[in-house]
C-alpha cells in the first residue's frame, strides 16, 4: 500500500470553527489531491496540487483552502465550518503527469454539528 | 465538463453467480480512461480495472472484466464466479488522457459516478 497518512481519521466540529485535515505521503509522489464523499455523488474533486506551492480549484472548492510547502504535506482548511461541509474527505496521490492511478488514503470522517 | 452516471443505487447477487454494474459517461474527448474502484466497509479505495479508450479490447483482471462501448459511452463491470468479499460500493470513474499537453491541469484527476452498492447473498 502506498505511504499515505490522514488525520485525524474522525473530527466532530461545531459550525463556524476552522478545521484543517493532514495528508502526509511518504512516496514523493508530486501530485496530491483532495475529494469528498457524500451520498448520490461519489468523489467530488476539492483542490489539488501538482508540486510544492503549486495548487489548484476542483469543482467543489468553495469554503475549503489548501496549502503545501513541502512535498510530503498537503493540507486541507474549512476556514468556517459549515454543516454542508460534513463528509468523508480522501487524500490522493500519484506519481506523474500521465499515471491512470491514483492512491487513495483511508479518508477523514468531519462532522459539523 | 464531463459526467459519469451509475444508474444503480444498489444490486446484489448469490455468491458464486455473475452480476454486472452499469456506468455511462459523456465525454466530447477521445483520450481518455475509465476505471472502476471498490470501496468496501474499510472506506479504502481500491483499483479494480482500467480500460483505456483507445484499446479496443476490454481489460479483464481475474474474475472481473469489462464491456466498454465507446460510441455508445458505456462501461459496464462484469463480476464472475461472485464471493462475499466482493461486497462493496463500487465506483466508476473517468479521467481524461490529454495529460501530455503542456500545462495540462489534467494531472489525475478522476471524475466519479454515484455508486452502486453490491451485496453477495450467501
Known amino acids: 500500500d502506498a505511504g499515505i497518512t490522514q488525520s485525524p481519521r474522525h473530527k466532530v466540529t461545531e459550525t463556524g470553527t476552522p478545521v484543517t485535515l493532514r495528508c502526509h505521503q511518504t512516496?514523493?509522489?508530486?501530485?496530491m489531491y483532495w475529494y469528498r464523499q457524500d451520498p448520490g455523488h461519489g468523489l467530488r474533486l476539492i483542490h489539488y496540487?501538482?508540486?510544492?506551492?503549486?495548487?489548484d480549484k476542483g469543482e467543489v472548492s468553495d469554503g475549503y483552502s489548501v496549502s503545501r510547502s513541502k512535498t510530503e504535506d498537503f493540507l486541507l482548511t474549512l476556514e468556517s465550518a459549515t454543516s454542508s461541509q460534513t463528509s468523508v474527505y480522501f487524500c490522493?496521490?500519484?506519481?506523474?503527469?500521465?499515471?491512470?492511478?491514483?492512491?487513495f488514503g483511508s479518508g477523514t470522517q468531519l462532522s459539523v454539528l | 465538463a464531463q459526467t459519469v452516471t451509475q444508474s444503480q443505487p444498489e444490486m446484489s447477487v448469490q455468491e458464486a453467480e455473475t452480476v454486472t454494474l452499469s456506468c455511462t459517461y459523456d465525454?466530447?474527448?477521445?483520450?481518455?480512461?475509465l476505471f472502476w474502484y471498490k470501496q468496501p466497509p474499510s472506506r479504502q479505495m481500491i483499483l479494480v480495472i482500467r480500460?483505456?479508450?483507445?484499446?479496443?479490447q476490454n481489460a479483464t483482471e481475474n474474475r472481473f472484466s469489462v464491456n466498454f462501448q465507446k460510441a455508445a459511452k458505456s462501461f459496464s463491470l462484469k463480476i464472475s464466479d461472485s464471493q462475499l468479499g466482493d461486497a462493496a460500493m463500487y465506483f466508476c470513474?473517468?479521467?481524461?488522457?490529454?495529460?501530455?499537453?503542456?500545462?495540462?491541469?489534467?494531472?489525475?484527476?478522476?471524475?466519479f459516478g454515484q455508486g452502486t452498492i453490491l451485496t453477495v447473498h450467501p
Open positions: 490522493a496521490i500519484s506519481e506523474r503527469r500521465a499515471s491512470e492511478k491514483l492512491f
Open positions: 465525454t466530447s474527448e477521445s483520450d481518455y480512461y
Open positions: 480500460q483505456e479508450a483507445y484499446k479496443q
Open positions: 512516496e514523493n509522489h508530486r501530485y
Open positions: 496540487s501538482y508540486g510544492v506551492k503549486d495548487t
Open positions: 470513474a473517468y479521467r481524461s488522457g490529454g495529460a501530455a499537453n503542456a500545462g495540462g491541469t489534467s494531472y489525475g484527476k478522476l471524475t
